[in-house]
């Protein structure tokens, strides 16, 4: 089992053939991922060779989709060009939309979020400004390394990429069934709740790892969800610690306001929760390994 990916997920690439979208659709046929197409109005018609892996460009997501039968999309479109992009999938129907790009103005996200709504939130949002998601050994639909982990019964959730990619380097003896990376902008598709509610309903978790930041309420909106809703094990790890008080730190969505925002305040919801939290990854780690072994 997995969330939302799996080696049946069918996948395409928006702005597969730009700079950025070729080398990671290159990195993720390496990982097994099953990319059966590209969208690119300009070059439809043809095909690009990946080490002998010829994938075919269509011109638009809907023809993808008739064509291959995709049901994944990671998007590698410039920020500019983005909102149209996630909208164009979204009229498409496709149930994932994975967008990648970061820099996208919060009102484009806020734009594309609403017609998600609009169209009966038939495609589900990850992202934007996030490194993808993982089902190890199985999928991989974004920019995570796929080779610093292998399928497991932890399942992750984080705001931040490069501590995704850390808190999978720490248990990569034990593995993970999904890890999601939602991206730490101020509106996103996907929250915590989300994923921990998917993680929850799968059967082969075992233990729930939510890494969040400082800036916001999510994560306090994760915490009462938690107590209400979770009854697996889940640790956490709040990014900020040392942070200036009133100061932004990194993404945009980083913003303390008061003590709602603080890593302080964040952690103390999370325990009351009965969530374990680590003050370092390499700690918060250590409490998973503990929860395992028990």
């Known amino acids: 089992m997995a969330i939302w990916l799996n080696k049946d997920s069918k996948v395409i690439v928006q702005g597969m053939t730009g700079a950025t979208g070729m080398k990671h659709t290159k990195l993720m046929l390496g990982d097994g991922t099953h990319v059966v197409g590209g969208v690119n109005p300009r070059k439809a018609g043809q095909t690009v060779d990946f080490d002998g892996t010829e994938v075919p460009v269509f011109g638009t997501v809907a023809e993808a989709i008739e064509k291959t039968g995709a049901n994944v999309s990671v998007i590698f479109v410039p920020e500019k060009f983005t909102k149209d992009a996630v909208v164009e999938a979204i009229d498409a129907e496709i149930p994932l939309a994975v967008v990648i790009t970061e820099g996208i103005a919060v009102h484009d996200t806020a734009a594309f979020w609403a017609h998600a709504g609009k169209k009966g939130n038939k495609t589900r949002i990850i992202g934007p400004n996030c490194p993808g998601i993982i089902t190890p050994g199985q999928s991989n639909v974004g920019i995570i390394p796929g080779d610093i982990t292998k399928p497991g019964r932890i399942g992750l959730v984080s705001k931040s990429g490069t501590l995704t990619y850390q808190m999978m380097y720490e248990l990569r003896d034990l593995g993970f069934s999904t890890a999601v990376g939602i991206g730490g902008d101020p509106i996103i598709g996907t929250t915590h709740i989300d994923a921990l509610a998917a993680f929850q309903d799968d059967p082969d978790t075992d233990l729930i790892v939510m890494i969040g930041e400082i800036g916001g309420d999510a994560e306090e909106r994760a915490a009462a969800f938690i107590k209400e809703n979770v009854t697996k094990p889940v640790v956490g790890y709040v990014a900020g610690f040392t942070a200036p008080e009133g100061k932004t730190m990194g993404h945009a969505g980083?913003?303390?306001?008061?003590?709602?925002?603080?890593?302080?305040?964040?952690?103390?919801?999370?325990?009351?929760?009965?969530?374990?939290?680590?003050?370092?990854?390499?700690?918060?780690?250590?409490?998973?390994?503990?929860?395992?072994?028990?």
């Open 254 to 294: 980083a913003i303390v306001s008061g003590s709602s925002g603080t890593a302080q305040a964040k952690k103390e919801a999370l325990e009351a929760a009965g969530v374990k939290v680590g003050k370092t990854p390499t700690e918060t780690a250590k409490l998973a390994r503990e929860i395992l072994s028990a």
